[in-house]
């Protein structure tokens, strides 16, 4: 997730998205999932495109598919799938997105200390982004590793066992 | 915390010390110290066995051997015979019983340990996920081949019989599921694996597809053989990217070698299975978001009925299993459902996977029979609690569970015990909680879980959460007031018979059993201002949460 994203084309992108999973509708998710993993969040353009391109494509759906209007996928259908699920950014992200796990089980683990030491390490609330967008800071659900909670993730490094004497190093790492 | 070879528990509830319960412990005190085991042997109470028939009961544990009715001749031989000699007194066991109140009480139970016993993970860590021929080499794919050779009814029953129940939190009987997807008319049926594991706590069903993704594979193409499908899908949440991954290279392997696809193993039998991924909801774990969701669209959940069985995936009937449900499906087909109805209890067959988490000394998952105890969870698997604490209560996990306390730890866990109890079992997350754990502070951030991920379809959840959420960190802040319990009832009421879906009925429970079981500890909050485990901060102004 959100290597770089400027210098990546979105055209390419999103093309790419649709041919890979094609125009029925079971494939809505799936490319703007990949969409916002190659460009690190979803912009409107994405959308236009991704809309225009699944019209150009004859859609194969699941025989019996509810409706015809299903075809004729709509920008704010797109649009709502974006803002609804928690993987799929709307908005430009920093470089990197620091997700950290407020559930109950990592709560109990250390967590509750640790959340404070991760906002004041990295100087943000959650939903903020810092002015030179290297760090992006948001909580996330159960990532289904308590095993070894607290947990944070960074882009798609998972720390486990975590503390706050740790922070420093690991923020370190990203640029 | 110490380590202790054995434990004995005496029940001290009032009809227990009418009958004489003070004198067996007193008793039980001396001869361990005569014995010399006082430092290697720890005595306590408990309460609420519900054996009025063998009272006083006394448990000992790590052998789980349950002897009543005691009286203080008996206490000698039990310290003697089972704590000094190690060997169990059968005499004095009370006799075995079925479910009675709070307590299960099993064959398997009778002076053995309940055993950890792997049907689920049996496979996952001890073979290769990733070649399908370490799968077939451990019996892999012979429960399909034998389910084709019979009919469609043989599976059905087969299931019905073994009672297994499905494992996703809300315990409905599995055989009869099928065979209500299997009774429609309708030519085209689906086949859904309900991947979308986020209960908090919970990683069981990762373990699974991570390691051992073929029995998926497999108890899919046996459930389309059964109800009539030919097209599947596993919905793993989008998190689990190596599940995904590995599912993808099983489905592969299976259609090399034409265990899925067209005319499997030559019985006619045409089935294929896509992997969708989720992109972050809590919500599609619920079934009818979750089909919405592969239909492309928001995971909204849908008005029930119609149910998925009838109408689900683009309204075709569509049977919709967890992935600790289907992993269960190839072993009672080649094992037998007398086999199954073996394991666990009578009202609750099989085994329960569970992911011991908190303050436990031995964090991770374990599978046993159904209806075995927190405190032997806890005791056993767990390797008790971390020194120098005491056990406060447990939180099963995400939003089908309650937060079970102290008291509550004798009783078994399985469906109907929890029912009976009043609590859920949910989906098999135990978060052991220490005195260090401030119940206020819990059920915000459980009420914090909840209001992030309610999809905002129907208004009590919406704003039910969202509102409770506010109290309780009023609450936790000291700026609350004996009224607003008042209005957090009314809330749990309102989010319990007015939500659409799962989610906001179950975000009643932090609510309920914490007024139910710790509402000292909520008042003192606000009556005192303070916080009796020292966890919140009275001092912090009530930020927008």
Excluded at chain 1, 55 to 74: T, Y
Excluded at chain 1, 149 to 165: H, I, Q
Excluded at chain 2, 320 to 343: D, F, K, M, Q
Aim: hydrophobic residues 35%.
């Amino acid at each position: 997730m959100l290597k770089i994203t400027e210098e990546k084309d979105l055209k390419a992108i999103v093309e790419a998205a649709v041919e890979h999973h094609g125009a029925q509708a079971d494939a809505f998710i799936p490319i703007l999932l990949e969409i916002n993993h190659e460009y690190g969040y979803i912009p409107g353009d994405a959308l236009r495109l991704a809309r225009k391109l699944m019209h150009d494509l004859p859609g194969n759906f699941p025989e019996g598919a509810a409706s015809k209007e299903m075809v004729h996928v709509s920008e704010g259908q797109l649009y709502g799938l974006a803002s609804f699920y928690h993987m799929l950014h709307t908005e430009k992200t920093g470089r990197h997105v620091v997700q950290f796990c407020e559930s109950a089980p990592c709560h109990i683990q250390g967590g509750r200390e640790l959340w404070k030491g991760i906002q004041q390490s990295l100087n943000l609330k959650p939903g903020e982004t810092d002015p030179d967008r290297r760090f992006t800071l948001k909580t996330v659900s159960c990532l289904g590793v308590c095993g070894v909670g607290p947990v944070m993730l960074v882009d798609d490094d998972l720390y486990g066992n975590l503390t706050a004497e740790q922070l420093a190093d690991i923020f370190a790492r990203y640029e | 915390m110490k380590f202790t070879r054995s434990m004995v528990l005496v029940s001290t509830d009032p009809e227990s010390m009418r009958r004489g319960a003070a004198g067996v412990y007193t008793r039980f005190q001396q001869e361990l110290a005569a014995f010399g085991l006082s430092a290697e042997v720890s005595l306590s109470q408990f309460t609420d066995g519900g054996r009025e028939d063998a009272l006083p009961l006394v448990i000992v544990y790590p052998e789980a051997s349950a002897y009543g009715p005691i009286t203080t001749e008996d206490v000698k031989r039990i310290v003697e015979e089972h704590l000094y000699k190690g060997r169990v007194v059968e005499e004095l066991l009370a006799p075995v019983k079925e479910l009675s109140g709070r307590i299960g009480w099993l064959k398997a139970r009778k002076g053995s340990m309940p055993m950890e016993k792997r049907v689920v993970l049996r496979r996952a860590g001890r073979i290769d996920p990733e070649n399908i021929e370490d799968y077939i080499a451990e019996d892999g794919y012979h429960a399909l081949a034998k389910a084709l050779e019979g009919t469609r009814m043989e599976v059905i029953e087969e299931l019905e019989e073994s009672g297994l129940q499905g494992r996703g939190g809300a315990g409905f009987p599995t055989g009869r599921k099928w065979r209500f997807v299997s009774m429609t008319k309708n030519p085209k049926k689906y086949v859904v694996c309900n991947a979308d594991e986020s209960e908090p706590g919970t990683f069981k069903d990762r373990v699974v597809l991570e390691g051992d993704p073929h029995s998926i594979l497999e108890a899919m193409t046996i459930a389309a053989f059964a109800v009539g499908a030919d097209e599947g899908y596993i919905y793993v949440r989008g998190e689990y990217q190596l599940a995904q991954r590995r599912l993808e290279k099983a489905i592969l392997q299976a259609h090399e070698y034409g265990l899925l696809g067209k005319d499997i193993l030559g019985s006619g039998l045409n089935f294929d299975i896509h992997v969708h991924s989720g992109a972050g909801a809590y919500v599609c774990g619920e079934e009818t978001a979750l089909l919405e969701s592969i239909e492309g669209k928001r995971g909204e959940p849908r008005a029930r009925p119609p149910y998925p069985t009838t109408h689900g995936l683009w309204g075709k009937p569509t049977l919709v299993n967890n992935v600790e449900t289907l992993a269960n499906v190839a072993p009672i087909l080649l094992n037998g459902s007398e086999w199954y109805r073996g394991l666990g209890t009578p009202s609750s067959p099989g085994t329960k996977t569970y992911t011991i988490l908190g303050n436990v000394n031995f964090r991770g998952l374990i599978e046993v029979p159904m209806g075995i105890t927190l405190r032997e969870v806890i005791n056993i698997y767990g390797q008790g609690l971390q020194p120098g604490s005491t056990f406060k209560l447990a939180q099963t996990g995400g939003s089908s569970g309650s937060i079970i306390p102290a008291s509550l730890q004798d009783t078994p866990m399985d469906f109907e015990s929890f029912r009976k109890a009043g609590v859920s079992l949910g989906s098999g997350a135990l978060l052991i909680c220490d005195e260090r754990t401030c119940v206020v502070d819990l059920a915000m951030t459980l009420m914090k879980f909840f209001r992030f991920e309610s999809c905002g379809k129907c208004t009590p959840c919406r704003v039910g959460t969202d509102r409770a959420l506010t109290i309780l960190t009023k609450i936790s802040r000291g700026q609350a007031q004996l009224s607003d319990l008042d209005t957090l009832e009314l809330l749990a009421t309102e989010l319990e018979i007015a939500s659409n879906c799962g989610l906001g009925q179950t975000a009643s429970v932090p609510i309920r059993d914490t007024l139910k079981y710790f509402r000292a500890e909520v008042e003192a909050h606000i009556r005192l201002g303070v916080c009796p485990s020292g966890v919140c901060d009275m001092a912090a102004e009530v930020e927008t949460v």
